[in-house]
């Protein structure tokens, strides 16, 4: 983590030289207010289900922190606090499919986030949130991170300073600090990462803009942020708009750049140094009606987008004769990627609803020219696209696909109940070049060259919610969608996913199974 302290203190002081702000957002008013349905604020928590056990799964399977803090000006001046404890139980697999040498985990875990925040009563708010998590062994943890085993560790998840007021126009608001970046469809951002944002969110006007770099992990075993976001700077934005009555369109873009020298990670000893320079540009276009909105709302839900990757990647390969430099490799990025949704709320008294996504990403390469796409390396696939309250993992938690040479098929049944949820999901995956690799981070071996056909996942998501051991009402702390006096809850994610042809002979089904119970005070 070369010059990652310089960084960091110059950082530091800009956080603390500039003003922050909290936004004023419609689509977080509280139910029967009457203020018009809104898109979520841009990368934004947008549901009131408590960020899980984020530290035994995949980054990609991490439910977002807890909802944004309500705006300044409209709770009483001063502190508020909330305390949310987990605790349950994490059985995984084998991540090598029966292959090799690896073995199943089965654990306990205990997992307590604290969160105070401050507001002026005006335009001035801060935030801080930490962790403390515990398992009863060693787990694989991928949480904002690349595989490794870990034990216990005490994190700083969040730690931001708001002000709104740099301009008139009503819903803007600077952020400064380490914050949680997210999109609903948590394919583009869900991650904490050190950032400087400015945004605006109205009913109809939802635009950020800002730049962010993951200088440090913030934990205390010490871990590295993974080789493909060290060193690496994102500028980004958004702009969208509800151009009728709940029907919103919009565009993103982010642009990443790395700036590690690959020739001395070569000689470092970093566990996961940076071998691949690269300088990327993401544009997306997207269009939907609330597909994502955990309120089961009747009717037809849908959503799209489109996905355009461009820029250029240098591979560094190192040589075996430490007199030789390392040989270098350009390409030039071009790739694609899109994600369709449908769903269905059957008009009955009985909240059943019916839906089918379908998501490609692009692969192989084609001369100078490489079409594997990637995606942004600040992304979970984690939402409720299922219409309930749960977080999902998008491309099975099992497998924990990534959309990189991919197709993806998916059909659901989902019950959004007031007082529980329930999800069952199908998905089918091929890869679209058979020769090429796809990233899963739910496996440790690559399917073999030659077929596409990757195999078959089954999700299940079961949860009861029930009142919080010291009951408020409406919290003073966050603005969520849901009675936030029925934010404590027992879930259940059960996902398993069968290998097909393009896995060797022998290959075994892959199970992840987690059992949480969590209590907000």
């Known amino acids: 983590m070369k010059n990652n302290k310089k960084k ?7 956080m603390f030289a500039a003003p922050a702000a909290v936004p004023a957002d419609p689509a977080l008013v509280a139910p029967g207010d009457p203020v018009a349905p809104a898109e979520p604020a841009p990368i934004e928590s947008t549901g009131a289900e408590p960020a899980p056990v984020d530290a035994v799964v995949s980054e990609s399977v991490a439910d ?3 909802a944004d803090p309500l705006p300044a000006g409209t709770v009483p001046a001063g502190w508020q606090t909330e305390l949310r404890v987990g605790t349950g139980l994490f059985a995984e697999g084998e991540r090598d499919l029966g292959l090799g ?3 199943e985990t089965t654990e306990g875990f205990a997992d307590v986030q604290g969160t105070v925040y401050w507001n002026s009563g005006e335009n001035w708010a801060a935030l801080t949130r930490a962790q403390v998590f515990a398992p009863t062994g060693e787990l694989v943890v991928t949480d904002e991170d690349q595989p490794r085993d870990s034990k216990s560790f005490a994190r700083l998840r969040e730690a931001w300073v708001e002000y709104r007021g740099l301009t008139s126009y009503p819903g803007e608001s600077m952020r400064v600090g380490l914050q949680r970046l997210r999109d609903p469809d948590g394919q583009w951002f869900d991650q904490n990462i050190e950032a400087v944002r ?16 993951s200088f440090i992990t ?9 080789s493909n976001v060290r060193d690496r700077t994102y500028v980004f934005g958004r702009l969208g708009t509800q151009w009728t009555q709940s029907q919103f369109v ?3 873009a982010i642009h990443a750049f790395d ?3 690959p020739e001395e990670e070569v000689l470092s000893e970093e566990r996961d140094p940076k071998l691949a320079d690269r300088n990327l540009t993401w544009i997306d276009v997207y269009a939907h009606n609330g597909y994502y909105d955990s309120n089961g709302k009747p009717g037809i839900s849908y959503w799209a987008d489109f996905s355009a990757l461009v820029g250029d990647r240098k591979d560094y390969t190192p040589s075996t004769d430490p007199l030789t430099p390392a040989s ?3 390409t030039d990025v071009r790739a694609w990627a899109t994600d369709l949704g449908l769903r269905w709320r059957l008009p009955t008294t009985f909240p059943l609803q019916i839906g089918g996504n379908y998501a490609f990403g692009s692969g192989s390469e084609d001369g100078d020219t490489e079409h594997r796409y990637e995606q942004t390396g600040l992304h979970s696939n984690q939402s409720r696209f299922t219409g309930t309250r749960s977080q999902v993992y998008r491309y099975n938690g099992a497998l924990q696909a990534e959309l990189t040479n991919l197709h993806v098929g998916t059909v659901y049944l989902s019950i959004p109940h007031d007082r529980w949820d329930a999800s069952l999901i199908y998905s089918k995956f091929a890869r679209q070049h058979a020769n090429d690799p796809i990233v899963a981070d739910g496996l440790s071996i690559q399917p073999e060259p030659g077929r596409k056909a990757l195999g078959d996942g089954v999700d299940l998501a079961l949860a009861y919610y029930f009142a919080n051991p010291v009951g408020r009402g409406r919290s003073t702390v966050t603005a969520t969608q849901e009675d936030d006096n029925l934010r404590s809850n027992i879930r259940l994610r059960a996902s398993a996913f069968d290998p097909d042809a393009a896995f060797p002979d022998g290959a075994d089904p892959k199970y992840l199974v987690r059992l949480e119970l969590t209590l907000w005070f």
């Open 8 to 14: 960091l203190a110059v950082f530091a002081a800009a």
């Open 64 to 66: 977002p922190a807890p």
């Open 101 to 103: 040498l690896a073995e």
């Open 198 to 213: 400015w945004m605006f969110d109205t009913t109809l006007l939802q635009a950020d803009v800002g730049a962010a770099e």
């Open 218 to 226: 913030w934990r205390s075993d010490g871990s590295d942020p993974r």
């Open 250 to 252: 919009g565009a993103r």
């Open 259 to 261: 700036h590690a020298d």
């Open 328 to 330: 270098t490799e350009k």
